[in-house]
Each structure stands twice: as structure tokens, then as C-alpha cells.
């Protein structure tokens, strides 16, 4: 069974850094590209990054770009995002994602996380 567990999500102030991780089991995670969404809340959810099976193709939308960092270690079978800089707009239900292929970009994930709540005080 298909699974991916993300974790570190939390409160923190304005400036603050935060890393999140997601694990996966039950599928080849070294086959897969995978990404991270976010929702804020009354918001469509949005993609944040991506990164390709291997890790030598990342994809960061405008918004956190420069202040995000994803990375992957496919040994442990985990996907983590590295957040600097953080403002109170990155307040947030932080989603792990499989692409369907190994590739970047994908639009459109195959399988999702739980989420993990990220909020970001001024």
C-alpha cells in the first residue's frame, strides 16, 4: 500500500527557518519524481517544488524560490524541504506528492500526502 508521511511542520515566527520531510513506502520511490504542494486556508493548492527521480531536475514556483530548498535521499526513501526566509503568506497545509512518471514538471500528482501544518506568525 502506497504511502507518504510528511513531518516538521509547526509554528514559528516571521524570518524563521523549517524543514519538512515526507516518507514514502509501498512504491519504487527512486523511479518517481516527487514535489511538495501547499493550501493555505481558502485557497486552491499550489505547487511549491518538485524534483526528479534522480535530483538533477528541481522546480520551484516564483514564490519560494531562492528562499526553499528540496532535496530527496532515495536510500531513506525520503523527500525533504528546507524552508528560510519564512513570511506569514507561507502559512499553509504543506502536501507530499509522487509525480506519475520520473520527470519534472508534472501538473498533476498520483498520489498524496496527509499534509503537515506550517503557520507563520509576524
Known amino acids: 500500500q502506497e504511502q507518504l508521511v510528511e513531518s516538521g511542520g509547526g509554528l514559528v515566527q516571521a524570518g524563521d527557518s523549517l524543514t519538512l520531510s515526507c516518507v514514502a513506502s509501498?512504491?519504487?520511490?527512486?523511479?518517481?519524481?516527487m514535489g511538495w504542494f501547499r493550501q493555505a486556508p481558502g485557497r486552491e493548492r499550489e505547487f511549491v517544488a518538485a524534483?526528479?527521480?534522480?535530483?538533477?531536475?528541481?522546480q520551484y514556483s516564483e514564490s519560494v524560490k531562492g528562499r526553499f530548498t528540496i532535496s530527496r535521499d532515495n536510500a531513506r526513501r525520503t523527500v525533504y524541504l528546507q524552508m528560510g526566509s519564512l513570511k506569514p503568506e507561507d502559512t499553509a497545509v504543506y502536501f507530499c506528492?509522487?509525480?506519475?512518471?520520473?520527470?519534472?514538471?508534472?501538473?498533476?500528482?498520483?498520489?498524496w500526502g496527509q499534509g503537515t501544518q506550517v503557520i507563520v506568525s509576524s
Open positions: 506528492a509522487r509525480a506519475p512518471a520520473g520527470i519534472v514538471p508534472f501538473s498533476t500528482p498520483a498520489y
Open positions: 524534483l526528479s527521480w534522480g535530483g538533477a531536475t528541481i
Open positions: 509501498g512504491f519504487t520511490f527512486s523511479a518517481y519524481a
